[in-house]
């Protein structure tokens, strides 16, 4: 469903992503593994059409996104890193104004709210104010906005920093809904604890390459000679010589 081919990207002198490719096919969640720094966010934001590639491509189905202004762009829904909320203004108010630049008619608009609300299990605080919500709340209301458009193709960038764990489960079981529908999902994240859950593959990067990208198993290969079966983090560090930590 996409294709990432040589995504590259230097801001200046400093090149965030090197030469990153992997593809994501329906129904399954390519968890997107690496530490702080290692082109994570450029590389989901260049797949968005946040940021525009030095080089490389974005393929959806075979043929390659245009710029922006795209519109198999449509197809992508974008849960960014950072929070992007008007705290001013209650749940709904929120989905109403992201559901508007998407251009979504107002019958089609409020379907989707109502589904996307309740997909998050917030139908019941639709009316309140986002200032007053949990960080694990906010959280969820970010993947409900990603949503609005019914993408097929959902790029969760750390959508779960700061939130409790039991707000954290919730998401993860959200992700599994929208799995089980047949959205491909990217799921970008420094905890190889999640990848662990939820991955069906991951693709290992670091200083802006890919250093692995296998199924959960087929790391495996990675791991010290007779360590028996190891953590991601030890995959890491057998790969890179550092921790994801670091
Ligand atoms: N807009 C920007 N301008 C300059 N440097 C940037 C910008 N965005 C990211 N970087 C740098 O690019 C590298 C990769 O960043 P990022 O993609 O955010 O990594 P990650 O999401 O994996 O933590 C980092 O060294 C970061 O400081
Ligand atoms: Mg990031």
Not at 1 to 9: I, S
Not at 68 to 89: F, N, S, W
Not at 177 to 189: C, D
């Amino acid at each position: 469903m996409l294709d990432v081919r040589g995504l590259r990207k230097a801001y200046g002198d400093l090149v965030a992503v090197h030469e990153i490719s992997f593809s994501l096919n329906a129904g399954e969640v390519v968890g997107l593994l690496g530490p702080n720094g290692a082109g994570k966010t450029t590389t989901v934001s260049m797949i968005a059409g946040l940021v525009v590639p030095d080089g490389g491509q974005v393929l959806i189905d075979g043929s390659p996104l245009a710029g922006d202004t795209d519109p198999k762009k449509q197809r992508i829904g974008l849960v960014p890193q950072d929070l992007a909320l008007y705290d001013e203004l209650s749940a709904l108010s929120n989905l109403q104004f992201f559901g508007a630049l998407y251009r979504l008619s107002p019958a089609v608009l409020k379907t989707a709210i109502d589904r996307s609300l309740t997909l998050v299990g917030l139908a019941d605080r639709a009316r309140d104010r986002v200032g007053t919500f949990s960080g694990g709340m906010k959280r969820r209301l970010n993947l409900a906005a990603s949503l609005l458009h019914d993408p097929d193709i959902l790029l969760l960038d750390e959508p779960t920093v700061g939130v409790d764990p039991q707000s954290r489960n919730a998401i993860f079981s959200n992700l599994e809904t929208l799995k089980a529908q047949g959205k491909a999902l990217l799921y970008t994240t420094h905890y190889m604890e999640e990848v662990e859950r939820l991955a069906d593959r991951v693709v290992i990067v670091d200083h802006g390459r890919v250093v692995a990208a296998d199924t959960l198993d087929g790391l495996q290969q990675y791991a010290p000679t007779g360590a028996g079966r190891v953590s991601l983090e030890t995959i890491f560090l057998a790969l890179t010589g550092r921790t994801l930590r670091d």
